[in-house]
């Protein structure tokens, strides 16, 4: 079983649209967890952190469930810029690898 | 402040060539890692290394090989490629596990 699981998408959404993807995680020892996002042929950068009690950054909300195992990312106001792909990411307690879901492809259309 | 760099930018290897893939940081981070991306997939980890002297595998380190000697410097070799290592490698370093992770621009590599 993987580590992260994400729905690949696409999501292509008008500008202006909230849009929300959900990763979900197989280890329940998982203690630290980030968004990252990935333009096409770039490589990633981190988004924001994913704290126990939710966050938010401008548009930008990422909420943890702990005990349903997955974390989410809500995207407000979409704009053309944000079109990217989304990578959730977890570490486990245990380990010092960063576990890397395969990512959320979002089109924003003008 | 360059962070990672990672030379070459791109390049393209006969089966059976080996090549070595630099990757260096300037931020002073004690942890480095090498991934490899697929089309369509996700970043996998091939090594990666918590201070110098100090390396470890990760999920698929068959086919490379790592050195880290310097805390800047954390190079990946490839001995005898193979067309399964046609992918795109990227470099990273962070401070401490649980810190953001710092991306290089990444290396294209092609394997006929």
């Known amino acids: 079983r993987k580590e992260v699981e994400q729905d690949p998408g696409p999501f292509n959404v008008p500008e202006g649209a909230t849009v929300a993807f959900n990763c979900t995680y197989s280890?329940?020892?998982?203690?630290?967890f980030f968004w990252y996002r990935q333009d096409c042929r770039k490589e990633p950068k981190l988004l924001m952190s994913?704290?126990?009690s939710g966050n938010e950054d401008g548009r930008f909300t990422a909420q943890l469930n702990r005990a349903s195992q997955y974390i989410s990312l809500l995207i407000r106001d979409s704009k053309l810029s944000d079109s990217a792909t989304y990578l959730c990411?977890?570490?486990?307690?245990?380990?010092?690898?960063?576990?890397f879901g395969t990512g959320t492809s979002l089109t924003v259309i003008p | 402040n360059a962070g990672v760099t990672q030379t070459p930018k791109f390049r393209i290897l006969k089966i059976g060539q080996s090549m070595t893939l630099q990757c260096t940081q300037d931020m002073n981070h004690n942890y480095m890692y090498w991934y490899r991306q697929d089309p369509g997939m996700g970043l996998k980890l091939i090594y990666y290394?918590?201070?110098?002297?100090?390396?470890d595998k990760g999920e698929v380190p068959n086919g490379y090989n790592v050195s880290r000697s310097t805390t800047e410097d954390f190079p990946l070799r490839l001995e005898l490629a193979a067309p399964s290592q046609t992918s795109v490698y990227f470099c990273a370093s962070n401070r401490d596990r649980d810190y953001e992770q710092y991306f290089g621009p990444g290396t294209r590599l092609t394997v006929t």
């Open positions: 990411v977890v570490i486990i307690s245990t380990g010092n690898q960063f576990y």
């Open positions: 280890n329940s020892a998982s203690q630290s």
């Open positions: 290394s918590v201070g110098a002297g100090i390396t």
């Open positions: 994913v704290y126990s």
